[in-house]
Protein backbone atom coordinates (compact mmCIF):
# COMPACT_ATOMS: atom_id res chain seq x y z
CA UNK A 1 0.00 0.00 0.00
CA UNK A 2 2.64 2.28 1.15
CA UNK A 3 4.47 1.74 -2.82
CA UNK A 4 0.99 2.46 -4.07
CA UNK A 5 0.85 5.85 -2.51
CA UNK A 6 4.09 7.06 -2.77
CA UNK A 7 3.94 6.00 -6.98
CA UNK A 8 0.58 8.13 -7.25
CA UNK A 9 1.82 10.88 -5.39
CA UNK A 10 4.75 10.93 -8.11
CA UNK A 11 2.69 10.76 -10.98
CA UNK A 12 0.70 13.54 -9.67
CA UNK A 13 4.00 15.37 -9.48
CA UNK A 14 4.81 14.67 -12.89
CA UNK A 15 1.41 15.71 -14.12
CA UNK A 16 1.96 19.16 -12.35
CA UNK A 17 5.13 19.73 -13.40
CA UNK A 18 3.64 19.17 -17.42
CA UNK A 19 0.90 22.03 -16.53
CA UNK A 20 1.14 25.14 -18.43
CA UNK A 21 1.00 28.44 -16.49
CA UNK A 22 -1.16 31.63 -17.69
CA UNK A 23 1.40 33.90 -19.58
CA UNK A 24 1.09 36.81 -16.61
CA UNK A 25 1.55 34.18 -14.15
CA UNK A 26 4.90 32.32 -16.67
CA UNK A 27 6.28 36.05 -17.13
CA UNK A 28 6.71 36.66 -13.44
CA UNK A 29 7.30 33.12 -11.94
CA UNK A 30 11.40 33.69 -11.34
CA UNK A 31 11.10 37.34 -9.98
CA UNK A 32 8.16 36.32 -7.77
CA UNK A 33 10.37 33.57 -5.98
CA UNK A 34 13.34 35.87 -5.59
CA UNK A 35 10.61 37.90 -3.62
CA UNK A 36 9.57 35.12 -1.64
CA UNK A 37 13.44 34.07 -0.82
CA UNK A 38 14.04 37.97 -0.06
CA UNK A 39 11.09 37.70 2.04
CA UNK A 40 11.59 34.74 4.07
CA UNK A 41 15.51 35.71 5.44
CA UNK A 42 13.86 38.82 6.16
CA UNK A 43 11.07 37.92 8.72
CA UNK A 44 9.88 40.90 10.55
CA UNK A 45 7.53 40.21 13.94
CA UNK A 46 3.96 41.75 14.29
CA UNK A 47 4.28 45.49 14.71
CA UNK A 48 7.08 45.96 12.94
CA UNK A 49 6.64 44.80 9.12
CA UNK A 50 8.40 47.80 7.85
CA UNK A 51 10.79 46.19 4.72
CA UNK A 52 7.91 43.79 3.88
CA UNK A 53 5.14 46.59 3.26
CA UNK A 54 8.03 48.57 1.82
CA UNK A 55 8.65 45.48 -0.67
CA UNK A 56 4.93 45.40 -1.33
CA UNK A 57 4.40 49.14 -1.52
CA UNK A 58 6.72 49.91 -4.24
CA UNK A 59 6.21 46.63 -6.33
CA UNK A 60 2.32 47.59 -6.43
CA UNK A 61 3.32 51.56 -7.34
CA UNK A 62 5.29 49.64 -10.38
CA UNK A 63 2.40 47.68 -11.28
CA UNK A 64 0.20 50.59 -11.84
CA UNK A 65 -1.70 50.71 -8.42
CA UNK A 66 -2.73 53.48 -6.23
CA UNK A 67 -1.03 53.01 -3.16
CA UNK A 68 -1.23 54.19 0.63
CA UNK A 69 1.05 53.19 3.15
CA UNK A 70 1.21 52.78 6.98
CA UNK A 71 -2.79 51.88 7.16
CA UNK A 72 -3.65 50.94 10.45
CA UNK A 73 -4.10 52.68 14.03
CA UNK A 74 -3.78 50.35 17.34
CA UNK A 75 -5.57 50.78 20.38
CA UNK A 76 -2.31 52.88 21.86
CA UNK A 77 -2.32 55.42 18.92
CA UNK A 78 0.70 53.85 16.88
CA UNK A 79 0.08 53.58 13.42
CA UNK A 80 0.45 50.20 11.83
CA UNK A 81 2.53 48.90 8.13
CA UNK A 82 -1.00 48.07 6.78
CA UNK A 83 -0.65 48.78 2.69
CA UNK A 84 -3.19 49.22 0.19
CA UNK A 85 -3.34 49.16 -3.56
CA UNK A 86 -6.23 50.36 -5.46
CA UNK A 87 -6.70 49.68 -9.15
CA UNK A 88 -9.75 50.92 -10.82
CA UNK A 89 -10.58 49.50 -14.29
CA UNK A 90 -13.95 50.76 -15.24
CA UNK A 91 -17.47 50.18 -13.86
CA UNK A 92 -18.26 47.03 -11.32
CA UNK A 93 -17.88 45.53 -8.05
CA UNK A 94 -14.72 46.02 -5.64
CA UNK A 95 -12.86 42.94 -5.06
CA UNK A 96 -10.42 43.12 -1.62
CA UNK A 97 -7.90 40.56 -2.19
CA UNK A 98 -5.93 39.82 1.13
CA UNK A 99 -2.50 39.08 2.07
CA UNK A 100 -0.48 39.01 5.61
CA UNK A 101 3.18 39.96 6.29
CA UNK A 102 4.31 39.07 9.72
CA UNK A 103 6.53 36.64 10.80
CA UNK A 104 6.77 34.78 14.23
CA UNK A 105 9.27 34.36 17.07
CA UNK A 106 10.77 31.30 16.20
CA UNK A 107 14.45 30.38 15.51
CA UNK A 108 14.41 29.00 12.13
CA UNK A 109 15.64 25.44 11.52
CA UNK A 110 15.28 23.76 8.32
CA UNK A 111 18.56 24.45 6.85
CA UNK A 112 17.15 26.47 3.72
CA UNK A 113 20.14 28.30 2.08
CA UNK A 114 17.92 31.01 2.25
CA UNK A 115 17.33 30.89 5.79
CA UNK A 116 18.15 33.70 8.07
CA UNK A 117 18.60 33.22 12.07
CA UNK A 118 17.13 36.72 12.73
CA UNK A 119 17.26 37.70 16.63
CA UNK A 120 15.38 40.44 17.97
CA UNK A 121 13.54 41.62 21.35
CA UNK A 122 10.10 40.96 21.55
CA UNK A 123 7.19 43.07 23.41
CA UNK A 124 8.37 41.84 26.71
CA UNK A 125 12.26 42.53 26.14
CA UNK A 126 12.94 38.69 25.64
CA UNK A 127 15.45 37.55 22.85
CA UNK A 128 13.40 35.78 20.29
CA UNK A 129 14.29 34.50 16.81
CA UNK A 130 12.21 35.28 14.27
CA UNK A 131 11.06 33.17 11.22
CA UNK A 132 8.46 32.96 8.41
CA UNK A 133 7.01 29.84 10.35
CA UNK A 134 3.13 30.41 9.13
CA UNK A 135 3.93 31.26 5.44
CA UNK A 136 2.86 34.78 5.61
CA UNK A 137 6.06 35.12 3.01
CA UNK A 138 4.13 32.82 0.84
CA UNK A 139 1.29 34.94 1.24
CA UNK A 140 2.68 38.13 0.29
CA UNK A 141 4.63 36.99 -2.33
CA UNK A 142 1.21 35.22 -3.96
CA UNK A 143 -0.64 38.73 -3.09
CA UNK A 144 1.99 40.66 -5.35
CA UNK A 145 1.98 38.21 -8.23
CA UNK A 146 -2.05 38.24 -8.46
CA UNK A 147 -1.67 41.92 -8.10
CA UNK A 148 0.63 42.20 -11.07
CA UNK A 149 -1.16 39.60 -12.96
CA UNK A 150 -4.65 41.40 -12.71
CA UNK A 151 -3.01 44.62 -13.72
CA UNK A 152 -1.49 42.80 -17.06
CA UNK A 153 -4.87 41.24 -17.91
CA UNK A 154 -7.36 43.80 -17.46
CA UNK A 155 -8.98 43.21 -20.50
CA UNK A 156 -10.32 40.13 -18.75
CA UNK A 157 -12.54 42.04 -16.48
CA UNK A 158 -13.81 45.23 -14.68
CA UNK A 159 -14.55 46.85 -11.55
CA UNK A 160 -11.74 47.88 -8.89
CA UNK A 161 -9.41 45.87 -7.00
CA UNK A 162 -8.33 46.49 -3.60
CA UNK A 163 -4.97 44.76 -2.50
CA UNK A 164 -4.90 44.61 1.47
CA UNK A 165 -1.05 44.11 2.65
CA UNK A 166 -2.13 43.56 6.31
CA UNK A 167 -0.06 43.66 9.49
CA UNK A 168 0.02 41.86 12.41
CA UNK A 169 -2.20 38.83 11.76
CA UNK A 170 -0.26 36.58 14.78
CA UNK A 171 -1.19 38.89 16.96
CA UNK A 172 -4.84 39.07 15.01
CA UNK A 173 -4.99 42.95 15.12
CA UNK A 174 -3.82 44.16 12.01
CA UNK A 175 -7.29 43.80 10.78
CA UNK A 176 -8.98 45.60 13.08
CA UNK A 177 -6.31 48.18 13.32
CA UNK A 178 -7.08 48.97 9.20
CA UNK A 179 -10.60 49.10 10.04
CA UNK A 180 -10.02 51.59 12.71
CA UNK A 181 -7.95 53.87 10.66
CA UNK A 182 -11.06 53.83 8.31
CA UNK A 183 -10.25 51.68 6.14
CA UNK A 184 -13.56 51.47 3.77
CA UNK A 185 -14.43 55.09 4.48
CA UNK A 186 -11.03 56.27 2.69
CA UNK A 187 -10.65 53.22 0.14
CA UNK A 188 -14.32 52.57 -0.50
CA UNK A 189 -16.48 49.23 0.47
CA UNK A 190 -15.66 46.00 -1.49
CA UNK A 191 -18.93 43.68 -2.57
CA UNK A 192 -16.34 40.07 -1.89
CA UNK A 193 -13.24 39.52 -0.22
CA UNK A 194 -11.28 36.29 -1.12
CA UNK A 195 -7.57 35.19 0.28
CA UNK A 196 -5.68 32.12 1.10
CA UNK A 197 -3.82 30.15 3.90
CA UNK A 198 -0.50 27.75 2.90
CA UNK A 199 -1.01 24.44 4.66
CA UNK A 200 1.11 21.53 5.29
CA UNK A 201 -1.52 19.14 4.52
CA UNK A 202 -2.04 19.41 0.77
CA UNK A 203 0.87 19.35 -1.77
CA UNK A 204 1.98 21.74 -3.91
CA UNK A 205 -0.06 22.38 -6.60
CA UNK A 206 -3.31 22.28 -5.33
CA UNK A 207 -5.66 24.22 -3.37
CA UNK A 208 -8.24 23.67 -0.56
CA UNK A 209 -11.89 25.06 -0.35
CA UNK A 210 -14.26 24.81 2.21
CA UNK A 211 -17.63 26.13 2.66
CA UNK A 212 -19.33 27.56 5.73
CA UNK A 213 -16.99 27.68 9.33
CA UNK A 214 -13.21 27.11 8.41
CA UNK A 215 -11.44 28.07 11.13
CA UNK A 216 -12.19 29.07 14.87
CA UNK A 217 -12.38 31.88 16.81
CA UNK A 218 -9.59 32.48 19.18
CA UNK A 219 -8.98 34.59 22.04
CA UNK A 220 -5.87 35.61 23.77
CA UNK A 221 -6.09 35.71 28.29
CA UNK A 222 -3.26 36.81 29.93
CA UNK A 223 -3.35 35.17 33.36
CA UNK A 224 -1.35 36.10 36.46
CA UNK A 225 -0.70 33.88 39.63
CA UNK A 226 0.21 35.65 42.35
CA UNK A 227 2.07 34.51 45.93
CA UNK A 228 4.18 35.94 48.40
CA UNK A 229 7.53 35.70 47.46
CA UNK A 230 10.94 34.36 49.76
CA UNK A 231 13.90 32.77 49.97
CA UNK A 232 14.25 29.31 48.06
CA UNK A 233 15.33 27.49 51.21
CA UNK A 234 12.22 28.63 53.72
CA UNK A 235 8.61 28.19 51.41
CA UNK A 236 6.64 27.68 54.37
CA UNK A 237 6.98 31.28 55.01
CA UNK A 238 5.63 32.49 52.17
CA UNK A 239 3.06 31.05 49.18
CA UNK A 240 4.87 29.71 46.07
CA UNK A 241 2.77 31.47 42.48
CA UNK A 242 5.10 28.86 40.63
CA UNK A 243 3.54 25.95 42.34
CA UNK A 244 0.33 27.35 41.91
CA UNK A 245 0.69 28.24 38.45
CA UNK A 246 1.71 24.55 37.82
CA UNK A 247 -1.72 23.46 39.45
CA UNK A 248 -3.38 25.86 37.80
CA UNK A 249 -1.92 24.95 34.04
CA UNK A 250 -3.26 21.10 34.88
CA UNK A 251 -6.59 22.33 36.24
CA UNK A 252 -7.60 24.15 33.48
CA UNK A 253 -7.08 21.52 31.27
CA UNK A 254 -10.55 20.01 32.63
CA UNK A 255 -12.55 22.33 31.33
CA UNK A 256 -12.39 20.76 28.00
CA UNK A 257 -12.38 17.42 29.35
CA UNK A 258 -15.35 17.81 31.75
CA UNK A 259 -16.82 21.14 31.06
CA UNK A 260 -17.65 21.32 27.28
CA UNK A 261 -19.69 19.57 24.85
CA UNK A 262 -17.62 17.10 23.34
CA UNK A 263 -19.16 17.47 20.03
CA UNK A 264 -17.97 21.60 20.49
CA UNK A 265 -14.57 21.13 19.98
CA UNK A 266 -12.83 23.77 22.24
CA UNK A 267 -9.01 24.11 22.99
CA UNK A 268 -7.01 25.63 25.65
CA UNK A 269 -3.04 26.25 25.58
CA UNK A 270 -0.66 28.58 27.67
CA UNK A 271 1.76 29.45 25.13
CA UNK A 272 3.61 31.40 27.33
CA UNK A 273 5.12 31.35 30.66
CA UNK A 274 7.13 33.43 32.92
CA UNK A 275 8.27 33.56 36.54
CA UNK A 276 11.16 34.56 39.10
CA UNK A 277 14.95 35.52 38.05
CA UNK A 278 17.10 33.02 40.24
CA UNK A 279 16.85 29.16 41.19
CA UNK A 280 16.60 30.30 45.24
CA UNK A 281 14.35 32.93 44.95
CA UNK A 282 10.76 32.21 45.28
CA UNK A 283 8.76 35.03 43.43
CA UNK A 284 5.77 37.15 44.07
CA UNK A 285 4.36 36.23 40.58
CA UNK A 286 4.13 34.55 37.38
CA UNK A 287 2.41 35.17 34.30
CA UNK A 288 1.10 33.03 31.98
CA UNK A 289 -0.66 33.97 27.96
CA UNK A 290 -3.00 31.80 26.69
CA UNK A 291 -5.54 31.04 23.71
CA UNK A 292 -8.41 29.59 23.55
CA UNK A 293 -10.05 28.20 20.21
CA UNK A 294 -13.80 27.36 19.82
CA UNK A 295 -16.84 27.09 17.31
CA UNK A 296 -19.16 28.76 19.45
CA UNK A 297 -19.88 31.73 21.61
CA UNK A 298 -21.30 29.46 24.25
CA UNK A 299 -17.92 27.23 24.52
CA UNK A 300 -16.12 30.41 24.60
CA UNK A 301 -17.87 31.78 27.28
CA UNK A 302 -17.63 28.11 29.08
CA UNK A 303 -13.73 28.40 29.02
CA UNK A 304 -13.54 32.06 30.59
CA UNK A 305 -15.65 31.00 33.42
CA UNK A 306 -13.40 28.52 34.11
CA UNK A 307 -10.35 30.34 33.53
CA UNK A 308 -11.65 32.28 36.37
CA UNK A 309 -13.28 30.19 38.49
CA UNK A 310 -10.28 28.05 38.83
CA UNK A 311 -8.12 31.46 39.24
CA UNK A 312 -10.56 32.14 42.27
CA UNK A 313 -10.01 28.64 43.35
CA UNK A 314 -6.23 28.72 43.94
CA UNK A 315 -6.14 32.00 45.19
CA UNK A 316 -8.73 30.39 47.99
CA UNK A 317 -6.90 27.16 48.19
CA UNK A 318 -3.39 29.37 48.98
CA UNK A 319 -5.37 31.86 51.54
CA UNK A 320 -4.09 34.34 49.68
CA UNK A 321 -5.34 38.14 50.63
CA UNK A 322 -7.23 39.74 48.42
CA UNK A 323 -4.71 41.90 47.15
CA UNK A 324 -2.65 39.03 45.94
CA UNK A 325 -5.64 37.42 43.64
CA UNK A 326 -5.32 35.77 40.54
CA UNK A 327 -6.62 37.58 37.63
CA UNK A 328 -7.68 36.50 34.19
CA UNK A 329 -7.59 39.60 32.06
CA UNK A 330 -9.32 38.80 28.09
CA UNK A 331 -7.60 40.63 25.90
CA UNK A 332 -10.58 41.72 23.19
CA UNK A 333 -8.91 43.17 20.72
CA UNK A 334 -5.93 40.48 20.43
CA UNK A 335 -9.36 38.30 20.05
CA UNK A 336 -10.83 36.99 16.37
CA UNK A 337 -14.05 35.04 15.25
CA UNK A 338 -14.90 32.47 13.39
CA UNK A 339 -13.97 32.45 9.39
CA UNK A 340 -16.58 31.90 7.86
CA UNK A 341 -17.20 31.06 4.13
CA UNK A 342 -20.03 32.29 2.21
CA UNK A 343 -21.47 29.20 1.00
CA UNK A 344 -23.09 30.65 -2.76
CA UNK A 345 -19.77 32.11 -3.05
CA UNK A 346 -17.91 29.10 -2.42
CA UNK A 347 -19.71 27.50 -4.61
CA UNK A 348 -18.84 30.16 -7.50
CA UNK A 349 -14.83 30.07 -6.60
CA UNK A 350 -14.69 26.23 -6.22
CA UNK A 351 -16.14 26.41 -9.98
CA UNK A 352 -13.69 28.72 -11.02
CA UNK A 353 -10.68 27.06 -9.27
CA UNK A 354 -11.81 23.83 -11.19
CA UNK A 355 -11.45 25.60 -14.71
CA UNK A 356 -8.44 27.56 -13.79
CA UNK A 357 -6.32 24.33 -12.72
CA UNK A 358 -8.44 21.11 -13.21
CA UNK A 359 -10.96 18.97 -10.72
CA UNK A 360 -7.77 16.66 -9.42
CA UNK A 361 -6.34 20.29 -8.33
CA UNK A 362 -9.07 21.25 -6.63
CA UNK A 363 -9.33 19.59 -2.76
CA UNK A 364 -12.49 19.80 0.00
CA UNK A 365 -10.57 21.15 2.42
CA UNK A 366 -11.67 20.92 6.65
CA UNK A 367 -12.49 22.79 9.30
CA UNK A 368 -9.68 24.11 11.37
CA UNK A 369 -8.79 24.72 14.76
CA UNK A 370 -6.43 27.64 13.91
CA UNK A 371 -7.64 30.61 13.49
CA UNK A 372 -7.57 33.87 11.20
CA UNK A 373 -8.97 37.27 11.40
CA UNK A 374 -9.39 37.94 6.94
CA UNK A 375 -13.14 37.44 8.11
CA UNK A 376 -12.86 40.65 10.39
CA UNK A 377 -12.65 42.61 6.71
CA UNK A 378 -16.30 41.40 6.30
CA UNK A 379 -18.06 41.60 9.45
CA UNK A 380 -20.03 44.24 11.18
CA UNK A 381 -18.10 46.76 14.03
CA UNK A 382 -19.15 44.57 16.67
CA UNK A 383 -18.36 41.40 14.74
CA UNK A 384 -21.38 39.64 15.53
CA UNK A 385 -22.87 39.70 11.91
CA UNK A 386 -20.83 38.56 8.19
CA UNK A 387 -21.73 41.64 5.95
CA UNK A 388 -19.70 41.15 3.22
CA UNK A 389 -19.12 37.69 1.72
CA UNK A 390 -15.91 36.12 2.48
CA UNK A 391 -13.67 33.19 0.63
CA UNK A 392 -10.38 32.36 2.28
CA UNK A 393 -8.45 29.76 0.14
CA UNK A 394 -6.05 26.56 1.53
CA UNK A 395 -3.18 26.52 -1.05
CA UNK A 396 -1.17 23.79 -1.17
CA UNK A 397 2.13 23.93 0.32
CA UNK A 398 4.59 20.48 0.63
CA UNK A 399 6.15 18.69 -1.66
CA UNK A 400 4.73 16.48 -3.00
CA UNK A 401 7.42 13.85 -3.05
CA UNK A 402 8.16 14.62 0.62
CA UNK A 403 3.98 14.67 1.87
CA UNK A 404 4.24 11.08 0.15
CA UNK A 405 6.61 9.39 2.01
CA UNK A 406 5.03 10.91 5.17
CA UNK A 407 1.63 9.90 4.74
CA UNK A 408 3.30 6.33 4.08
CA UNK A 409 5.17 6.34 6.96
CA UNK A 410 1.95 7.43 8.88
CA UNK A 411 2.97 10.64 9.95
CA UNK A 412 2.43 14.83 9.36
CA UNK A 413 5.46 17.17 7.78
CA UNK A 414 6.06 19.58 10.08
CA UNK A 415 3.64 22.17 9.93
CA UNK A 416 3.07 26.26 10.96
CA UNK A 417 4.06 27.38 13.42
CA UNK A 418 6.90 24.87 14.12
CA UNK A 419 10.60 26.05 13.29
CA UNK A 420 11.16 23.50 10.51
CA UNK A 421 8.12 24.44 8.36
CA UNK A 422 9.10 24.23 4.70
CA UNK A 423 7.03 25.31 1.92
CA UNK A 424 7.91 24.36 -1.94
CA UNK A 425 8.15 27.48 -2.83
CA UNK A 426 8.09 27.58 -6.96
CA UNK A 427 5.04 25.17 -7.92
CA UNK A 428 3.68 26.93 -4.26
CA UNK A 429 3.93 30.37 -5.42
CA UNK A 430 2.39 29.58 -8.93
CA UNK A 431 -0.54 27.95 -7.92
CA UNK A 432 -1.32 30.38 -5.66
CA UNK A 433 -1.40 33.03 -8.06
CA UNK A 434 -3.29 31.55 -11.00
CA UNK A 435 -5.73 30.27 -8.33
CA UNK A 436 -6.09 33.93 -7.00
CA UNK A 437 -5.88 34.88 -10.94
CA UNK A 438 -8.67 33.12 -12.08
CA UNK A 439 -10.82 33.32 -8.50
CA UNK A 440 -10.52 37.15 -8.99
CA UNK A 441 -10.98 37.43 -12.66
CA UNK A 442 -14.44 35.09 -12.69
CA UNK A 443 -15.77 37.78 -9.97
CA UNK A 444 -15.42 40.63 -11.73
CA UNK A 445 -17.14 39.77 -14.52
Request: charged content about 20%.
Amino acid sequence: MKNIVVAAMLMFTCALRAESLPPAVESQSASLLEIYKDIHAHPELSHHEARTSAILGRALREAGYSVTEHVGVYPDGSHAFGVVGILRNGPGQTLLIRGDMDALPIIEETGLPYARHVMTKNASGQDVGVMHACGHDVHTTVLLGTARALAATRGAWHGTVMIIGQPSEETIDGAKAMLADHLYERFGRPDKIIGLHDIHTLPAGTVGVISGPATASSTSVDVVIRGIGGHGSAPQFGRDPITLAAYYITQIQTIVSREEDPQDPTVVTVGSIHGGTKRNIIPDEVKLELTTRSYSEKSRQVVIDGLQQIAAGITAAANLPAGKAATVTVLDNESTPVQYNDPAMTAQVRELLVKALGAARVREAEELMGSEDVGVFGMSADLKRYEIPVVYLRLGAMDPDKLAAAEAAGRRLPGPHTSRFEPLPKPTLETGVTAMTAVATGLLQ
